[in-house]
């Protein structure tokens, strides 16, 4: 059995095919309980729980070389939206190319110049110069302006980078938060940061691959191509 799944009473093959539906399709761990065991394979939920904490972090990060090229257009739209954890609301910042395509994303229990500093800070880091964002669209929040220029001063972000605040161009990035609260809802509110951060990752490496950002890197057409791709980043090879 491979490493990865070593002492797991189940095919590294099931695991992930569970993992996979559950971020892609917004489902509940109830429900997908019971669709596995259509299919013949008796799992309880809770276990599947537990493969969505281990696992779907680890996709993101195997897939993230895959999944997040550096955008042609340079142009972003960052915004943040609300997850509700432990009871408390907490901000999701994402960022989006004009074309709609998954830059980067950060979980963070404030809403702060620091936080969005934070954000942009991993969402560049890796990029070449000519990489980065030549335009950058947020809504009129100051911290965002506060971030931009402290990251232009520590020489991160190019001078010449324009920080726009413009309403409409970021229709795109909240239809996307639409997109995605749709995987979230069945939740009905995280545990802990910790849960919660683990699950999104899942489901945002998994909008990534369904907007296509890995289809050249695709063994085959289609879904089974994207089902290969993620099946090779932990050593299973179909025959």
């Not at 394979?41 to 779907?56: C, E, F, G, L, P």
């Not at 955008?71 to 989006?96: M, N, P, Q």
């Not at 050249?216 to 879904?223: L, M, N, R, S």
Request: glycine share 8%.
């Amino acid at each position: 059995m491979n490493s990865d799944f070593k002492g797991r009473h189940f095919r590294g093959e099931v695991i992930l095919w569970a993992v996979r539906w559950y971020c892609r399709y917004g489902i509940s761990y109830r429900d997908l309980e019971t669709m596995l065991g259509e299919r013949g394979v008796a799992v309880d939920h809770s276990t599947i729980y537990r493969w969505v904490q281990r696992y779907a972090p680890e996709m993101e990060k195997r897939l993230r070389w895959y999944w997040k090229r550096p955008s042609i257009w340079r142009s972003w739209r960052v915004d943040e939206t609300y997850v509700k954890v432990a009871g408390e609301w907490v901000y999701l910042y994402r960022a989006i190319d004009k074309m709609g395509d998954t830059i980067d994303f950060y979980l963070s229990p404030t809403r702060s110049a620091k936080a969005a500093k934070r954000f942009l800070g991993k969402a560049l880091n890796g990029l070449k110069d000519w990489e980065k964002p030549l335009k950058i669209n947020t809504d009129k929040a100051p911290a965002y302006g506060v971030a931009i220029a402290e990251l232009k001063e520590e020489g991160k972000l190019p001078d010449k980078t324009e920080h726009r605040q413009v309403k409409y161009l970021n229709n795109r990035i909240e239809a996307d938060h639409g997109k995605l609260k749709i995987l979230i809802k069945p939740v009905r509110g995280f545990k802990t940061m910790k849960t919660a951060y683990a699950t999104i990752k899942g489901f945002e490496v998994m909008r990534a691959l369904k907007k296509g950002q890995a289809a050249f890197w695709q063994y085959g057409g289609g879904i089974m191509g994207e089902v290969r791709l993620i099946e090779r980043q932990f050593g299973i090879y179909a025959a």
